[in-house]
């Protein structure tokens, strides 16, 4: 599966953005997806993931009550709504996508998952 993730820019603390996570192929309900994100000068840190049906999902204790992660299998895309930017969650923005062991399987590390999208900007402003 090849991953195109999309939808970032430049918002005000407070305000909110919606990134997606498309996806190549016919059989992306067959993945998990999470996505994760690249501050300058830090390690890739786990934000979300939602298991294949779209009925389990997780978050990060940061970004707990602000992000919700979706996902649309018919149209092969997978949603981060992002609300309530800190300046904090500025970082580029990943997503990526496993074959996992079960449908209601959730992945919040990143060792597990073998594909990846290239990323997109999120710069929040103070």
């Known amino acids: 599966v090849q991953l195109q993730a999309f939808g970032g820019g430049l918002v005000q603390a407070g305000g909110s953005l919606r990134l997606s996570c498309a996806a190549s192929g016919r059989t992306f309900s067959s993945y998990v997806v999470g996505w994760f994100r690249q501050a300058p000068g830090k390690g890739r840190e786990f934000v979300a993931t939602i298991s294949r049906s779209g009925e389990n999902s997780y978050y990060a204790d940061s970004v707990q009550g602000r992000l919700t992660i979706s996902r649309d299998n018919a149209m092969n895309i997978v949603y981060l709504q992002m609300n309530s930017l800190k300046p904090e969650d500025t970082a580029v923005y990943y997503c990526?996508?496993?074959?996992?062991?079960?449908?209601?399987?959730?992945?919040?590390?990143?060792?597990?998952?073998?594909?990846w999208g290239q990323g997109t900007q999120v710069t929040v402003s103070s």
């Open positions: 990526a996508a496993e074959v996992p062991s079960s449908m209601m399987t959730i992945l919040s590390t990143a060792g597990p998952y073998h594909y």
